[in-house]
């Protein structure tokens, strides 16, 4: 969600869009898993957020869960 200022800014041309993470299940389901303890290590390593799917590559997919959280947790809802 935009912050209050730029929201401001921005009044009435604003479109909000919840986007959740994988749940379990649904994890399993989009990557057509069969070994559920394998899945579930994966899930439990990678988390269920659906953006780290388009990396490929280990650490760039790291990287973007440690950006995600660092936006989410240290810079929106520690300021609050």
Known sequence: MLSSD???LFTGRTFEIRV???SFAE???YFEYTDFYAAFD???TEG???GSYVYK???AKYDYIVEV???LIVRDIRRK
């Open 27 to 29: 994890y399993v389901k």
């Open 20 to 22: 959740y993470p994988f």
């Open 57 to 59: 590559d280990r650490e």
């Open 42 to 44: 994966k899930y439990v």
């Open 6 to 8: 730029l929201a401001t």
């Open 69 to 71: 959280f660092n936006t």
């Open 48 to 50: 269920g957020m659906a």
